[in-house]
């Protein structure tokens, strides 16, 4: 904090912090003096050498004190502090110091050392000492480019340095095996990363003289993995089977050379000797470093566990007390039991397969230092003590053999293990790491094999703990090994396994990454001597080891002395192991080589500190101040005998407690320090109040945690499921809880060691945390209570809790004589939610401390009303839950099991009669409760349940006579409450509302924290979301319904499911499906669905829709009432299927009626005509793919009456039909040269007909006037064809229906403009919503068309030309986009004549009939358009040109300028065809020219002959054979771009730009397009010869044909004729004698022209 921001008072406390006190190590009674000279400044932190100390203030200075050898002159010995000039400005964040040099981290994590370097320590090479502080440089050569490490934490031994980097990961420097590096060569001067811990989340790190400790974080549990089957390191296999006669014997027992040995990676000069000569071999190990490769030889004797001294089973005498661990199992206490089991083994199998493994296996290392030190630690309580013997003993010989059941190797409970252990238990917390990067990927148990392998080398039994607790996650089944066990007895076992799994907390994520993790592992490497590493021997190690005897204690803290370590505990106690020669690990158990927990006397112990000899604890005293415990080393003061005796138990340093508040202690050589605070303003004393309630009532939770909770769970017959569950929820929570304040108590301690900012406390910064964990237990514990949980908890629990009686008083702090167990648990129970208060009071009392307007007052303000206002709603809630359980305690039995569930509390009841139906019969009983989620009806035997999200209540005014009415709406009921009194009526009219708003809102358990008693709404919302399952409904019975409603019906937007699979997605209105939406029918015959997506009116399907058949049948088109009514498009099966069919037209009622399409693809026949019910009835027209048409009446299928039938080669029939394709009675038949038959008909077209008749043969009459007036082919075909067809205006009428009733016209041009105008808007915006949802649907280019069409074309005054423009202009826009009626009609005419003119359709005869149709088409849309357009004139008219014309134009024929002389007045003519054509036909252009082509088919082969020879010759030859007159020929012509005179052999260069314009009439689509086409090359040829002659001149048509004659066989067009054909049909009627007639007149007489052309 900046001097600014802090507030006055606070500024005043600040002096006086950070003391330091100092004095002499080695007594109990001494005296702390103030250090001096360091003049007012706050020191951080401090560290002690054997001889010097450094300190750390605020500022980020750093001071050094004490005996400084390596600087030189008379600084050399320093009383009081001195400065370290060279870190000035460098704000150092972290100091810390060895032995005899020292180190400090910059801010931005840069190290600095100095002083003593005789071991490489301070990091510079050949050097031995460091006077000044000097950068170490520590890159990851791992990456590249080199990135250097940032720095977090140091940690400094006597000849090494340990650095914990950002990322986690440690690096080293110095000498010894301590730095578990993979080296041998000493010093290491460049910091090295220790490679086995890379990957895993270190959290401390801590360096004795000799040793080093890493606190690493848990890996996270993982799932099972297949095993490896040999080991990563020796490749030898991991686990062993013997078959023996009648027993397996599996033994998993391989022991690997890695905890002591080097990994593989080694190098060469360091190798194992193994020698084979003798069972007892013995393995020496040469090696530089002296003290790390003592030759680790003992003799391999297998009773060896008799030897005393350091691998004894116990001290010097036989039963000592060390034999009870302080944990509290038992161990060997008597060594006979042990003998007796050994010698029992049989001797001779083990000294054999002893034999065998050493002698035949000499690559393996020989195993004699497995029995090193056989100590036993405290063994896990689910073994026996043979079993752990034994398994011990067989895995210290490293035989692959376990012996059978019946030597006990493996109790019933280890082979339960395997089955009933979940992988998420404290105990199996996964091991070790594999060295090497790709030791990630290990799987847990892999890490669980290794570590148990580097454990046994040293064989300590405690590594038989981890066995035990991992067995399940070790292997999944051993066969051949229950076959004797009972599966009953497995299954108890296992159940009851199981059921503690609720217990470990469900570690969340998000408090581990904010507050200090508790899920830890002790890693230790280096010296162990002393027994300093904890492993339980006394083997050196070169890398890190995992210390198992520590997994699961929640360590947070570690502190290493000279040779001994201590680690500090979530629960504040401190395990202690190495030397114990002064009595420095504070208890007098042996063997030390294990930890062990130090006997304290104070509350509860939140700061260690270890020097070279002694050890120091701080440990909360009763009044909250600190204590300051002392154990080592005692010198007597009162004879100069200097006979040095050592602390039995840490003794209390009074003098020490005078002195402050001390924040934390340390220890080094000679001297220790503490720092200390003064108590301002009762600042620093509510602080470390709360950090030791904190501390206390987490060693609380956890004691519930284990001595009730666990014993609970374990307990058989709990009652059902349900309570079952709700009981593992109510522990899982409390886990969860009891874990989050453990991490808070340890956040508080290092909060102590610090700056101890207000504003950076965890229960402000991350208040969220503790809120929502209280509140999901109190939700979980309310619910357990509510379900009766406590009481069935008592009844199975009656034996466990009487044993424990005063336990469970003393947790539950209930002292009263004769309690209630089921009060006694409530009390155990409900009594975290106190805490909430004392953290709100604690706040409180820490806000006296600041200025009222700082804002940390405010903060701490507003957090206090947090926890305070989160207490008082918790305790409403357990008010309520309390309140439920006695309702249900009275309530009749048989409902309450169908109504009481765990979330459910009761609000009120009208048990008092304070409520009744309205006209409920006179003996009727009604009785209403109203829950928080539900208002039940409950009348004699039955009741009712009514959800509250789906419950709408009014109070009735008081005019209808309801005087105090209450009207209850739900989606199938409506009924009405009378209350007895107005006040009765306000409660219970209030009661509801907020229950009702507090379902809808869902936030009955989460309050707004801080927002005081916030005040729920009155009124609930009538329109809302919600589910709802009808009961009664007879259309939706049993359909759930999750959506929107209002008042009481579905509306907006729902998905209604039924319970037979039906399931409908969309809007509603009022109750019912109405708009756009999606309907599923499951079909179970076939196993598919029908699919329905369109739009619904008052629940039926009505408008536009696709409807997806089960049978793969689609219908695409108009429904009403559920049925397909109007246009519409049915796709029958696939291509592939039996009969793929197609129908396109009117339905009425679900039948085909009126004009339709029908495709049969199996057939290839294509029929055009009328419909009833499905049938073909009336006229209608039939091709096939064969060429045949038929065109005539049609009676119920068939092809009745008259009709005419043509086929392919042009024979015509006409004449009477009685069956498809099959003529009966007169008729005509008309050969394709002309000849007829006339007669009596019968038989089927293509299978041999019987004709009564007369033959004709008109060519045998020479005399013209004879002749018949038959006309053969074409004409006559052309001519007949048609009239038995449906009528154009015929076609489609339900299209056009369609699109005049969007526009809200019952029938064509009955309706108001303006209102059409409207729907037009309307279906814009609503279409464009709707695809709002899928933006794919709509581009940009169509988003920008939607947006101009919403602006209407106006008209005031006279209809000009510009107004005319506009319209056009906004019918292209409109027939752009499906979304505007005009557009949707467009675009469905373009559907179906596609449909009907495509495929088989693609007959020549059908061209008429195309063309008709299109011209149909304009006149019917012409009438819409005139209908929103009234101002536009009728077909033919003339609208004026306003604006005088520009000079006229010459005519091409004659003198005077032309001005349009052919129409009476000048001004354009109003045709459909001009306005209607450019928006139509470009869509249409492809069937119909497709038509034109096959009709035209033989005249254009002919003439594309004649066009390929002539345009063989040159351009002269060409023109003087067309006879163009040699003064129009061209003299020079433009060939790219340079003139060049023409010679004879010149060729296509003659009128190239006419040609070239001609030649685009191919591109055009619409009539007027191409005729300009035309009227432009007529240009061309003008502009040409003007050049040539360069003087003014008339066209004659005799001068000009054969020039446009040459034009047009230079164009080289392929399909001229259907161009010409289409021109005709389809043009302006009135542009017929205009100019651009004439001209079109003439390119058709050319086509003509060049058919008959006789090359000479």
Not at 171 to 190: D, E, R, Y
Not at 821 to 845: C, D, I, Q, S, W
Not at 1143 to 1166: A, C, H
Not at 1567 to 1588: A, G, R
């Amino acid at each position: 904090m900046d001097s600014q921001e802090r507030s006055s008072e606070e500024a005043e406390g600040a002096k006086e912090r950070g003391l330091v006190y100092v004095w002499k190590a080695g007594s109990c009674s001494v005296t702390p003096e103030r250090l001096p000279g360091l003049s007012g400044k706050t020191v951080l932190q401090a560290a002690l050498g054997i001889h010097h100390g450094l300190l750390l203030t605020e500022g980020g200075e750093v001071y050094s004190f004490g005996k400084l050898p390596w600087r030189s002159g008379p600084e050399e010995c320093v009383n009081s502090p001195i400065l370290e000039n060279t870190l000035l400005g460098h704000r150092i964040i972290t100091v810390a110091a060895g032995s005899f040099h020292n180190g400090a981290v910059t801010e931005s994590g840069v190290v600095y050392m100095w002083g003593d370097n005789s071991a490489g320590q301070c990091a510079v090479a050949n050097q031995p000492c460091v006077p000044e502080p000097q950068l170490v440089s520590i890159c990851d050569s791992e990456t590249s480019p080199l990135l250097s490490v940032r720095i977090l934490q140091l940690a400094c031994g006597e000849e090494h340095t340990l650095a914990l980097s950002l990322s986690r990961e440690i690096w080293a420097w110095g000498s010894g095996c301590q730095l578990g590096l993979i080296t041998t060569t000493f010093p290491v001067t460049k910091p090295q990363k220790v490679e086995h811990l890379a990957g895993r989340v270190v959290l401390q790190i801590a360096c004795g003289a000799y040793h080093s400790l890493a606190l690493v974080q848990c890996l996270p549990v993982q799932e099972m993995k297949p095993i490896p089957e040999r080991c990563n390191h020796c490749s030898q296999p991991l686990i062993t089977m013997t078959d023996k006669e009648d027993h397996v014997i599996i033994s998993d027992s391989h022991c690997c050379p890695l905890g002591v040995a080097l990994a593989d990676n080694q190098p060469e000069n360091h190798v194992f000797c193994p020698s084979s000569d003798t069972p007892e071999g013995k393995s020496v190990t040469a090696g530089q470093s002296e003290d790390c490769q003592k030759p680790l030889v003992e003799q391999h004797r297998l009773l060896g566990l008799e030897s005393d001294g350091p691998s004894g089973l116990s001290s010097s005498n036989g039963r000592e007390d060390s034999a009870i661990s302080s944990s509290g199992n038992t161990l060997f206490s008597d060594r006979k039991e042990v003998k007796e089991y050994l010698i029992g083994l049989s001797d001779n199998s083990l000294s054999e397969s002893l034999n065998k493994n050493i002698c035949t296996e000499p690559e393996q290392p020989s195993q004699e230092e497995q029995l090193s030190a056989c100590i036993p630690g405290p063994a896990g309580s689910s073994t026996s003590t043979l079993n752990s013997l034994v398994a011990s003993c067989a895995s210290a010989v490293g035989v692959r053999v376990a012996a059978t059941y019946e030597a006990g190797a493996l109790s019933l409970k280890k082979v339960m293990n395997l089955y009933g252990t979940s992988s998420s238990e404290p105990g199996s917390q996964p091991g070790s790491r594999s060295p090497g990067p790709e030791a990630l990927k290990d799987s847990r148990e892999e890490q669980v094999r290794q570590e148990s392998m580097q454990g046994k080398k040293s064989s300590s039994l405690v590594d038989i703990r981890e066995e035990e607790s991992e067995g399940g996650s070790r292997r999944l089944s051993l066969p051949g090994l229950l076959s004797q066990v009972s599966p009953r007895l497995l299954r108890k076992v296992g159940r009851a396994k199981m059921r503690t799994v609720a217990l470990t907390p469900t570690y969340s994520g998000e408090a581990d990454a904010l507050l200090p993790s508790l899920r830890t592992e002790v890693w230790s490497w280096g010296k162990g001597k002393e027994g300093q590493l904890g492993h339980g021997d006394v083997l050196p190690r070169l890398q890190p080891l995992c210390v198992k005897s520590l997994d699961g204690k929640e360590v947070i803290h570690l502190s290493a002395g000279g040779h001994h370590s201590l680690a500090l505990t979530a629960k504040s106690q401190v395990y202690s192991w190495g030397s114990n020669i002064s009595g420095q690990l504070g208890h007098l158990n042996s063997p030390t080589t294990v930890p062990r927990l130090t006997k304290v006397c104070g509350d509860g112990i939140w700061t260690t500190a270890a020097g070279l000899d002694y050890s120091l604890f701080l440990a909360d005293e009763k009044d909250f101040q600190p204590g300051l415990y002392y154990c080592g080393q005692e010198i007597s003061t009162e004879s100069n005998l200097n006979e040095n005796s050592s602390t039995k138990s840490p003794v209390l340093l009074v003098a020490c407690s005078k002195i402050g508040y001390i924040s934390n202690v340390i220890a080094g050589g000679d001297n220790c320090l503490a720092l200390v605070d003064k108590n301002v303003m009762g600042y620093i004393a509510s602080l470390h109040e709360l950090a030791a309630t904190e501390r206390r009532f987490y060693f609380k939770l956890s004691e519930i945690k284990s001595q009730v909770l666990r014993p609970l769970l374990g307990l058989d017959n709990l009652g059902n499921a349900n309570a079952i569950q709700l009981l593992q929820e109510m522990a899982s929570r409390f886990s969860k809880l009891c874990y989050l304040i453990g991490q808070h108590g340890a956040s508080l301690s290092s909060f102590l060691h610090g700056v101890k900012e207000a504003r950076s406390l965890a229960i402000l910064k991350h208040s969220s945390l503790f809120l929502d964990s209280y509140t999901e237990y109190c939700t979980s514990v309310t619910n357990f209570l509510v379900m009766g949980g406590f009481m069935l908890l008592a009844k199975p629990a009656i034996d466990f809790l009487s044993k424990n009686q005063e336990l469970l008083q003393k947790l539950s702090e209930k002292n009263e004589e004769n309690l209630q167990l089921v009060e006694v648990l409530n009390a155990l129970f409900f009594m975290p939610f106190g805490r909430l208060h004392n953290y709100a009071r604690t706040l409180l009392k820490l806000t006296t401390c600041f200025e009222v307007a700082s804002p940390e007052y405010q903060k701490l303000q507003d957090s206090s009303s947090c926890y305070e206002s989160l207490a008082v709603h918790l305790s409403r809630k357990m008010k309520e839950a309390e309140y439920t359980l006695g309702f249900w305690k009275t309530f009749p039995g048989k409902m309450t099991d169908s109504l009481r569930k765990p979330e459910r509390r009761l609000i009120c009841e009208s048990s008092n009669r304070a409520l009744s139906l309205q006209h409920a019969g006179r003996f009727s009983v009604n009785w209403f409760i109203l829950f928080n989620d539900a208002l039940v009806h409950a009348q004699f035997s039955t009741h009712h349940i009514f959800p509250l999200s789906t419950l709408w209540v009014e109070a009735l005014s008081e005019e209808t006579g309801n005087v105090n009415g209450l009207k209850i709406t739900t989606p199938e009921e409506q009924f009405v409450l009378v209350s007895s009194t107005p006040q009765e009526k306000t409660k219970w009219l209030r009661a509801i509302s907020q229950a009702v708003d507090q379902a809808l809102r869902g936030t009955s358990d989460m309050i707004l924290y801080g927002a005081g008693g916030n005040v729920p709404r009155q009124e609930p919302p009538i329109s809302r979301s919600a589910k709802y399952t009808f009961y009664k409904d007879p259309r939706f019975k049993d359909a759930v319904y999750d959506g929107r409603w209002l008042s009481g019906k579905p509306h907006g937007r729902g998905i209604l499911k039924w319970a037979d699979g039906r399931m409908y997605s969309g809007t509603f209105r009022t109750g019912l499906e109405d708009g756009y939406g999606e309907y599923r029918v499951p079909n179970k015959a076939l196993n598919k669905e029908d699919h329905y997506v369109g739009y619904w009116k008052e629940g039926k399907m009505c408008g536009h829709g696709v409807y997806s058949y089960a049978t793969g049948e689609v219908y695409e088109g108009c429904f009403q009432d559920n049925m397909r009514h109007g246009h519409g498009l049915l796709r029958s099966g696939k291509l592939t299927s039996s009969s793929p069919s197609m129908f396109i037209g009117q339905w009425i009622m679900d039948k085909k009626s009126g004009y339709g399409v029908f495709d049969d693809i199996t057939r290839g026949e294509k029929y055009m005509g009328m419909w009833q019910d499905d049938l073909c009835q009336g006229n209608g027209v039939v091709v096939t793919q064969f060429g045949l048409y038929y065109e005539g009446a049609f009676s119920t299928n068939k092809m009745m009456g008259t009709g005419i039938l043509l086929s392919e080669d042009d024979t015509v029939y006409e004449g009477e039909f009685s069956d498809n394709w099959t003529l009966s009675g007169k008729g005509t038949l008309t050969l394709p040269n002309g000849d007829y038959i006339e007669g009596l008909f019968s038989g089927e077209w293509g299978s041999g007909i019987k004709i009564t008749g007369t033959y004709f043969k008109p060519s045998l009459y020479e005399n013209e006037k004879d002749k018949p007036k038959a006309l053969p082919t074409g004409h006559f075909i052309r001519r007949k064809l048609g009239i038995l067809a449906v009528s154009p205006d015929e076609k489609w009428k339900a299209v056009f229906e369609e699109c005049w009733n969007q526009l809200g016209c019952e029938s064509p041009g009955q309706g108001d403009r303006w209102k059409a105008w409207d729907n037009i808007a309307v279906a814009l915006t609503t279409n464009r919503r709707q695809h709002k949802d899928s933006p794919e649907l709509l581009s940009r280019s169509h988003t920008q068309t939607l947006e101009s069409l919403e602006f209407i074309p106006q008209h005031i005054g006279a209809f000009t030309l510009e107004k005319y423009e506009n319209i056009k202009k906004y019918l292209i826009k409109a027939c752009d986009t499906p979304l505007h009626p005009l557009g949707k009609l467009v675009e469905t005419l373009v559907a179906v004549y596609r449909m009907t003119y495509v495929g088989v359709g693609a007959n020549r005869r059908l061209l008429q009939e195309a063309v008709r149709e299109i011209k149909s088409y304009l006149k019917r849309i012409f009438q819409l358009v005139r209908f929103l357009f009234p101002d536009l004139p009728e077909e033919g008219s003339t609208i004026p040109f306003v604006a005088t014309e520009p000079k006229g134009r010459r005519s091409f024929c004659s003198g005077k300028s032309d001005s349009r002389s052919e129409s009476p007045e000048p001004g354009y003519v109003v045709t459909s065809f001009g306005l209607l054509l450019p928006v139509l036909l470009p869509r249409l252009y492809p069937p119909l020219f497709m038509l034109y082509a096959l009709d035209n088919e033989r005249e254009e082969d002919i003439y594309w002959e004649c066009v390929l020879r002539l345009n063989k010759q040159t351009d002269m030859a060409l023109l003087s054979f067309l006879g163009v007159q040699v003064k129009f020929w061209p003299g020079t012509v433009s060939i790219l771009g340079e003139s060049r005179k023409v010679s004879s052999n010149t060729k296509d260069a003659c009128f190239a730009s006419a040609v070239e314009c001609l030649q685009q009439i191919s591109t055009t689509f619409t009539p007027t397009d191409k005729l300009k086409v035309i009227q432009q090359t007529f240009e061309e040829i003008s502009q040409s010869v003007l050049e040539t002659l360069q003087e003014d001149f008339l066209w004659s048509m005799d001068d000009l044909f054969p020039v446009f004659l040459y034009v047009v066989l230079r164009a080289r067009i392929r399909n001229l004729g259907s161009e010409v054909h289409l021109i005709e049909d389809l043009m302006d009627p009135y542009l017929q004698h205009g100019e651009q007639g004439i001209m079109f007149t003439t390119l058709k007489a050319c086509y003509y022209q060049i058919q008959h052309e006789k090359l000479t």
